[in-house]
C-alpha cells in the first residue's frame, strides 16, 4: 500500500492540478451556465470517462509507449490543438454567443452529444497525459506492494479529487449566467477573453515539448 503521508501529497498535486483553468474546466463552465447543471453534471461525466481512459493507459504502461513514439505523441497533441482552436473560434466567430449570454432560443445540446464532447475534451489534451505518466512514479515504489494496484490507486485518488472539485464548479456555475444577464456589458469582454484563453493554451501546447 501507499504511505498515507504520500498518498497525502499526491492528493495536494491532484487539486493543484484540477483548479488550474484548462480545457475540462472550460468545457464543464460552458455547459453549466448555458444549459443548466443537468448538462454541466452530464459533461462532467463524460470528463470523468476521459480521465478514465488516461488512467486505464498509465496504469497498464501503455502511456509510456505512446510516450516514445513521437509520431503517436504528435498526432494527439495536433487533435488537441486543432480542438482548442475550434472551441476559440466557436467562442468568438460572428454572430456566436457567449458562454455566459442566456440563450432561450438555442437548442440545446442532447445528452448523449454533451457526454461524448466530454469524452473528447479529456482524451485530446496530451498534457493530462503526461502529468500522469510524469507524478505516477514518484508515488509507485515496488517495495509497497503491486505496482499495477498502486497506480489504480492513484489513479482514482485523482478522478475523485477532480471529479469533486469540478462538480463544485458546476453547481457554481450554474447561477453565474444570472449576473450576467443583469449585466450584459460583460458579455462582450468575456466572449474575447474566453477566445485569446483557448487560443493560449492551444499555443502553449502546440510549442510544448511534453517530455
Same mark, same amino acid.
Given at each position: 500500500?501507499?504511505?498515507?503521508?504520500?498518498?497525502?501529497?499526491?492528493?495536494?498535486?491532484?487539486?493543484?492540478?484540477?483548479?488550474?483553468?484548462?480545457? *475540462?474546466?472550460?468545457?464543464?463552465?460552458?455547459?453549466?451556465?448555458?444549459?443548466?447543471?443537468?448538462? $454541466?453534471?452530464?459533461?462532467?461525466?463524460?470528463?470523468?470517462? $476521459?480521465?478514465?481512459?488516461?488512467?486505464?493507459?498509465?496504469?497498464?504502461?501503455?502511456?509510456?509507449?505512446?510516450?516514445?513514439?513521437?509520431?503517436?505523441?504528435?498526432?494527439?497533441?495536433?487533435? $488537441?490543438?486543432?480542438?482548442?482552436?475550434?472551441?476559440?473560434?466557436?467562442?468568438?466567430?460572428?454572430?456566436?454567443?457567449?458562454?455566459?449570454?442566456?440563450?432561450?432560443?438555442?437548442?440545446?445540446?442532447?445528452?448523449?452529444?454533451?457526454?461524448?464532447?466530454?469524452?473528447?475534451?479529456?482524451?485530446? *489534451?496530451?498534457?493530462?497525459?503526461?502529468?500522469?505518466?510524469?507524478?505516477?512514479?514518484?508515488?509507485?515504489?515496488?517495495?509497497? $506492494?503491486?505496482?499495477?494496484?498502486?497506480?489504480?490507486?492513484?489513479?482514482?485518488? @485523482?478522478?475523485?479529487?477532480?471529479?469533486?472539485? *469540478?462538480?463544485?464548479?458546476?453547481?457554481?456555475?450554474?447561477?453565474?449566467? @444570472?449576473?450576467?444577464?443583469?449585466?450584459?456589458?460583460?458579455?462582450?469582454?468575456?466572449?474575447?477573453?474566453?477566445?485569446?484563453?483557448?487560443?493560449?493554451?492551444?499555443?502553449?501546447?502546440?510549442?510544448?515539448?511534453?517530455?
Amino acid at each position: 500500500m501507499i504511505p498515507f503521508d504520500q498518498l497525502l501529497l499526491f492528493i495536494l498535486a491532484a487539486l493543484v492540478m484540477v483548479i488550474t483553468p484548462g480545457p *475540462n474546466m472550460i468545457y464543464l463552465i460552458s455547459r453549466s451556465v448555458t444549459q443548466g447543471r443537468k448538462a $454541466g453534471l452530464t459533461s462532467l461525466l463524460g470528463i470523468a470517462c $476521459g480521465l478514465l481512459f488516461h488512467i486505464v493507459l498509465v496504469s497498464f504502461g501503455l502511456t509510456a509507449v505512446l510516450m516514445t513514439i513521437p509520431y503517436a505523441y504528435a498526432v494527439l497533441k495536433t487533435l $488537441g490543438v486543432l480542438y482548442l482552436l475550434y472551441l476559440a473560434w466557436e467562442a468568438c466567430k460572428p454572430g456566436s454567443k457567449s458562454v455566459f449570454e442566456t440563450q432561450h432560443e438555442m437548442k440545446a445540446d442532447k445528452p448523449a452529444k454533451l457526454f461524448a464532447m466530454g469524452i473528447f475534451t479529456s482524451m485530446l *489534451n496530451p498534457k493530462v497525459a503526461v502529468f500522469y505518466l510524469s507524478l505516477f512514479p514518484q508515488f509507485i515504489h515496488p517495495a509497497n $506492494g503491486n505496482v499495477l494496484s498502486q497506480s489504480l490507486i492513484l489513479g482514482f485518488t @485523482q478522478l475523485t479529487v477532480s471529479f469533486t472539485v *469540478n462538480f463544485i464548479i458546476v453547481m457554481i456555475s450554474a447561477k453565474v449566467m @444570472q449576473w450576467f444577464a443583469s449585466n450584459p456589458k460583460w458579455v462582450r469582454v468575456q466572449k474575447w477573453f474566453m477566445a485569446s484563453v483557448l487560443t493560449g493554451l492551444a499555443v502553449r501546447m502546440a510549442v510544448d515539448k511534453g517530455k
